[in-house]
């Protein structure tokens, strides 16, 4: 979960780099905010726990500066359903591998991190049809 949060900040980074338009640029910036928070959290939680943290996105990463890179050569549109891509395989992530947790951290997942990433993949959808 940490290297897909990981990588979420690196990709919301570069699409802030490329699209400067106010009203997205605001739901982009609340979607940031909002993976670096998880990402505060799951390190807490895995400290917590004994154990080290993740400090890069690994494979995840890599993908994910492939596929915004080709976004930002075909422009906003190829951005931002890059970043509901992004977005729908995290919650698929967290709804797959939550079962592979001890009952104490799955709750915690269900109750910290699944809401945080429905809302961060809604916002997406709604901006990503909003441009035409």
Same mark, same amino acid.
């Given at each position: 979960?940490?290297?897909?949060?990981? &990588?979420?900040?690196?990709?919301?980074?570069?699409?802030?780099?490329?699209?400067?338009?106010?009203?997205?640029? !605001?739901?982009?910036?609340?979607?940031?905010?909002?993976?670096?928070?998880?990402? *505060?959290?799951?390190?807490?939680r895995i400290s917590m726990l004994g154990?080290? !943290?993740?400090?890069? &996105?690994?494979?995840?990463? !890599?993908?994910?500066?492939?596929?915004?890179?080709?976004?930002?050569?075909?422009?906003? $549109?190829?951005?931002?359903? *890059?970043?509901?891509?992004?977005?729908?395989?995290? $919650?698929?992530?967290?709804?797959?591998?939550?079962?592979?947790?001890? *009952?104490?951290?799955?709750?915690?997942?269900?109750?910290?991190?699944?809401?945080?990433?429905?809302? !961060?993949?809604?916002?997406?959808?709604?901006?990503?049809?909003?441009?035409?």
């Amino acid at each position: 979960f940490l290297r897909g949060e990981l &990588s979420a900040v690196e990709t919301y980074r570069q699409a802030m780099e490329k699209i400067q338009e106010p009203s997205m640029r !605001s739901t982009l910036e609340e979607c940031y905010r909002s993976h670096q928070l998880r990402v *505060a959290s799951l390190q807490s939680r895995i400290s917590m726990l004994g154990g080290q !943290s993740a400090t890069s &996105s690994g494979a995840w990463g !890599s993908f994910a500066k492939v596929v915004e890179a080709g976004a930002k050569v075909f422009g906003v $549109k190829a951005a931002l359903a *890059a970043l509901e891509e992004g977005e729908d395989h995290g $919650k698929k992530l967290y709804t797959t591998d939550v079962d592979k947790l001890d *009952a104490n951290t799955r709750s915690w997942v269900d109750r910290e991190l699944m809401p945080a990433q429905q809302q !961060s993949h809604d916002m997406m959808s709604r901006l990503k049809h909003s441009v035409h």
